[in-house]
């Protein structure tokens, strides 16, 4: 029995281990970003600065070619929050109709739905580039935030195999009392696929935050950066002078990612394990 | 008029007989109707983004485009010059096949080894999920690329590293090889959500079967093979696809840690980065789109070929469905 507890207690470190070796490049980034710009490099095998400083961070903020930091994380919230909003209700609204409602056609709609949640967006990237300039939609947030209001594929699917796990017998009683579809889909379905809903909504805002491709190709003019191109333009600007601020800007990029990560914890890994969400 | 009559049907829903022999009456038609009122934003979307423009791009890669002058006819051109003349183009498809071959085999062995490791009876079972998560949360930022590059930079971490263990420092972007091992190593860092799927699957494996099978005196290794492996199999293979579609067509981290250049010697040039340069560098649409649907072939041929393997090795669920 003592052995037994020895031999589970010897795992558990050396899971632990692995795991910080695992988090040791992100803890690196954290503490250099604390380093005086330079020492980042020259003591890059250590882990702890030698002498602490936040310059960096206020170096970072002060932005790129006269532009704050916080206009770039302000763009970013603004894509991502609007985009989130249309890509959850849109999605609810299809996944409803395709889990409960009995309808000619139905079956090739939802194929047409998994050929989407396999086709990658990369793909079609040339072609949307087109087809938005032809709408004349380049040079804003349209092409960033309208497609997200016809369903996302994932969430949709997502959705389905949620709304399939209520009882139907809830449904009926609601239309016994009166409710439409819409009724039914506003005052039972929607409060109880909240877990879903809220899964969504974490890997929604974590894509469009975290999106490269897309803002690069539409947002053109340095007021409207977000984040993620704004760290780019670190990357070209600063090549050899400033590491520190990038380091900052890149610890104050990953911040809400990781707040909403540890406070979401639960629903983004049911989410993952039931759907293989990315 | 019309308002007022609305609004008494409303009213008398409950008591209204007519609404009851409405509803029986055509409910198909209903049915109908309402679903497709239901899916419709799918539907809009699905033609107007996805639909429209794969027929454009089939329409450009017949044509010389670059947004300026108006489409010009070449007919099959821009393909057989993809296959005979471009050099870059035959180096893309090789650095993209493999680090597709690499990354996948490396990031799923790794989900599932680690997943084997932490599926057991602890009280620290959900913060193992948490850590070994975290990694893939993140993974597809530009900081993460960025931390990337500076860890194997020529001063990184790394080097920094070697040079207290009295090492000669190595230049992982000097070289071809080294420079894409980088990125394989990023993408089996974020071995995270495919460990995440694995462990749900294992939970999913009755107790029952081990029990018997130590019963019969198999081994943990013989264990491994006839009871845990035929069960992951159908969610290995689900891991295996949707991996290597996502794998074919990496971005962020390329175009990060090589600068936009696909550097050096073009040994990151992965696929979509090279697309990105024809398309947004050069402005050749229509032969950036000849080659969105060359790689969009070679997917989907390589998915049908997954699946054609599929009913050798993958144990299917009878009964669920």
């Known amino acids: ?278 | 008029m019309e308002a007022s009559k609305k609004s008494s049907i409303v009213k008398n829903k409950k008591s209204f007989p007519l609404m009851g022999r409405f509803g029986t009456l055509s409910s198909e038609k209903q049915n109908n109707i309402s679903g497709y009122l239901f899916i419709s934003p799918f539907i809009i979307g699905f033609l107007s983004f996805i639909v429209v423009p794969m027929a454009m791009s089939l329409y450009m890669s017949f044509h010389d485009y670059d947004m300026l002058s108006s489409p010009e006819w070449v007919g099959l051109d821009n393909f057989t010059e993809l296959f005979t003349e471009d050099s870059k183009f035959i180096q893309s498809l090789k650095v993209t096949f493999t680090y597709v071959l690499t990354a996948v085999p490396l990031r799923l062995i790794t989900a599932l080894a680690v997943a084997l490791l932490i599926n057991r009876k602890s009280k620290l079972s959900g913060a193992y999920r948490v850590l070994f998560y975290l990694p893939s949360v993140i993974g597809g930022s530009v900081a993460v690329s960025i931390m990337w590059r500076n860890i194997f930079g020529d001063t990184g971490l790394i080097n920094g590293l070697f040079t207290t263990l009295g090492l000669d420092p190595v230049y992982f972007f000097k070289h071809q090889g080294s420079a894409l091992g980088v990125l394989v190593l990023l993408a089996a860092w974020q071995f995270g959500s495919s460990m995440l799927v694995f462990l749900s699957g294992l939970k999913n494996i009755p107790n029952e079967y081990y029990e018997a099978a130590e019963m019969d005196g198999a081994g943990k290794i013989r264990q491994f093979f006839s009871i845990t492996m035929p069960s992951l199999s159908p969610i290995l293979f689900f891991n295996i696809v949707m991996q290597t579609i996502q794998s074919f067509l990496t971005f962020t981290p390329a175009y990060i840690i090589s600068n936009g250049s696909g550097s050096p010697m073009n040994g990151t040039l992965v696929y979509s980065l090279y697309v990105y340069q024809k398309a947004f560098s050069e402005f050749k649409m229509g032969y950036a789109s000849a080659m969105a649907w060359v790689i969009l072939v070679i997917i989907g041929t390589v998915t049908l070929l997954l699946f054609a393997t599929s009913k050798f090795w993958v144990h299917s669920e009878s009964g669920e469905g």
């Open chain 1, 1 to 278: 029995m003592e052995a037994g507890r020895m031999k589970k207690i010897i795992v558990d470190v050396i899971i632990l281990i692995c795991a910080l070796l695992m988090l040791y490049p992100i803890i690196w980034l954290i503490l250099s970003s604390f380093k005086e710009n330079k020492d980042i490099f020259k003591t890059a095998q250590e882990l702890i600065p030698r002498n602490w400083t936040v310059q960096n961070y206020i170096d970072g903020i002060s932005g790129i070619t006269g532009i704050p930091f916080t206009t770039f994380i302000f763009n970013s919230l603004k894509i991502a929050v609007i985009a989130t909003a249309g890509a959850i209700f849109s999605s609810a609204f299809i996944s409803y109709g395709f889990a409960r409602i009995p309808f000619k056609g139905k079956g090739f709609w939802f194929a047409c739905v998994l050929v989407t949640m396999m086709l990658p967006t990369e793909i079609i990237m040339v072609p949307q580039y087109l087809w938005f300039s032809k709408l004349g939609w380049l040079n804003s947030i349209l092409p960033l935030t309208v497609p997200s209001y016809f369903g996302h594929a994932f969430f949709i699917f997502l959705m389905i195999q949620f709304i399939k796990g209520i009882p139907i017998e809830l449904d009926e009683a609601a239309k016994m009392d009166g409710c439409g579809r819409m009724g039914i889909f506003i005052k039972v379905i929607m409060p109880l696929i909240k877990p879903a809903i809220a899964t969504s909504a974490i890997f929604s805002f974590y894509w469009k935050w975290e999106d490269l491709i897309g803002p690069t190709l539409y947002l053109t003019q340095p007021k409207n950066y977000t984040v993620s191109i704004a760290l780019k333009q670190f990357l070209d600007s600063q090549s050899s002078s400033n590491w520190g601020s990038m380091f900052a800007m890149s610890v104050v990029s990953l911040l809400p990612v990781i707040i909403i990560f540890f406070l979401f914890q639960k629903y983004i890994i049911e989410g993952i394990s039931t759907t293989g969400l990315k």
